[in-house]
């Protein structure tokens, strides 16, 4: 009996500008947005009072951005040094020949890899630019040299050490 094909690892995607069309959103949609991304575990009771509406129209309004793609999830902001991961670095990767096979097969093997917060398909000279995390300064560079630049068509690796982030209030 044939082996069912297996299922590629979830990966959530920031959609491209060209996805879909920008969904239209008013003066309550936006307020709803910019409260969450202030705070992402705000009650709706308060949520709504924030944004001057009723408890059950917010709900409705917050329902419709989730499934309207608006609102993709809510996040906690981890001290990764607090988890035992105090290094965090960017790796500029170049591939070569701009293989569509070898991009894809990265972009879904890299969001797998221990200590990998986030990649970014990029334009210019750099293909991928990938934050990492590592609990030592040896940890990182196996992780760049076992997990990232062993990947097929990754022919050069450029790492920076983060040594300080912001983030903003809102998007």
Known sequence: MPTPPSRPPKVLRTPRPTDRPAPSLDDV???????????????????????????????????????????????????????????????????????????????AAVVEVPGVIAAYHVSGATDYLVHVSAESADALRDLVLDELTSRGGVVHAETSLIFDSVRAARG
């Open 29 to 107: 949609d936006r307020a709803i947005v910019a409260a969450l991304q202030a705070d992402g575990r705000m009650p709706n009771a308060e949520l709504a009072r924030r944004v001057g509406v009723a408890e059950s129209t917010c709900s409705a309004r917050l329902r419709a951005l989730r499934e309207r793609g608006v609102i993709r999830g809510i996040h906690a902001d981890v001290d990764l040094t607090a988890l035992g991961r105090p290094i965090q670095a960017m790796v500029a990767l170049r591939f070569a020949g701009h293989v569509r096979a070898n991009l894809e097969a990265f972009r």
